[in-house]
């Protein structure tokens, strides 16, 4: 049997694995081979030749090989996530071996926007029985904090605007796909004024609305109000991107703003 090994690397049979810090391996979906019958008889192998040292495998089946999952199934595996376009399924090689919990929340972003004026930016959506709201939406997949605050505004009302800070989390279950979610408010300084949504398909008003007069309006949720005030009241949480800028790119710090 073929096993080399490299660098956090190991090739056995004709699967190459990539090994991570929990002694466990994953198979490089990119290498899987094109027949069924083959992935079989290599996986077989592969379980085989690591079950009493490792502990665990992991494997992305790409939906082009969505055959390959029975036989995932009858090894042992089972379903851990999955995305558009892949499942992700796992195999315990030892009976007491951690699996790493799968996402179990989805994120969302708000934004509170005031300009010069005193006046709020808000919006209301088409599937809303309650009356205007916040701008914001889902975090897409990669995306970051600050870079979700502006696109959502943007798409939602058409007004460019610049992240602020964060200023309040709010944890929200049950929730879509039976998940929690996590909303994240954050406070953005507006770059524009004249209003234009984009997004029409959900939209279907946006508008600037006087600071007292939205808290003072019986139609808007508490929820919301109490945004409003601890963003008038707090500074929140700055980024601070030079911090580890060194070390890694896509990561975003927030610091306590200095009273």
């Known amino acids: 049997m073929k096993i080399l090994q490299n660098c956090g690397v190991e090739t056995i049979a004709s699967f190459t694995l990539i090994l991570d810090p929990y002694n466990g391996v994953t198979i490089n979906k990119d290498k899987l081979p094109n027949a069924k019958d083959s992935f079989e008889f290599n996986l077989e192998l592969l379980i085989k030749e690591i079950e009493k040292r490792r502990n665990l495998i992991w494997i992305y089946v790409p939906i082009e090989k969505s055959d390959f999952i029975p036989v995932c199934v009858k090894y042992g595996f089972f379903f851990h996530s999955c995305d558009e376009d892949y499942v992700l399924l796992v195999k315990r090689l030892k009976e007491n071996a951690i699996v790493p919990t799968a996402a179990n929340h989805t994120l969302g972003v708000g934004a509170v926007v005031i300009n010069e004026k005193d006046e709020l930016l808000v919006i209301k959506e088409k599937i809303s029985t309650i009356g205007y709201k916040l701008p914001g939406g889902h975090i897409d997949n990669a995306e970051q904090i ?114």
């Open 146 to 259: 600050s870079t979700a605050v502006v696109r959502e505004v943007y798409e939602e009302t058409g007004i460019d605007v610049e992240f602020e800070s964060i200023i309040s989390l709010g944890h929200f279950y049950p929730h879509q796909f039976h998940k929690s979610n996590l909303y994240i408010l954050c406070l953005a300084k507006p770059l524009s004024h004249k209003i234009n949504i984009l997004d029409t398909d959900e939209i279907i008003d946006a508008k600037w609305v006087a600071v007292d007069k939205y808290l003072n309006d019986e139609k808007v949720l508490a929820y919301s109000k109490a945004i409003v005030n601890a963003a008038l009241k707090y500074k929140g949480l700055k980024l601070d991107n030079n911090t580890l800028s060194h070390i890694k790119k896509d990561i975003e710090l927030f610091f306590p703003l200095e009273k």
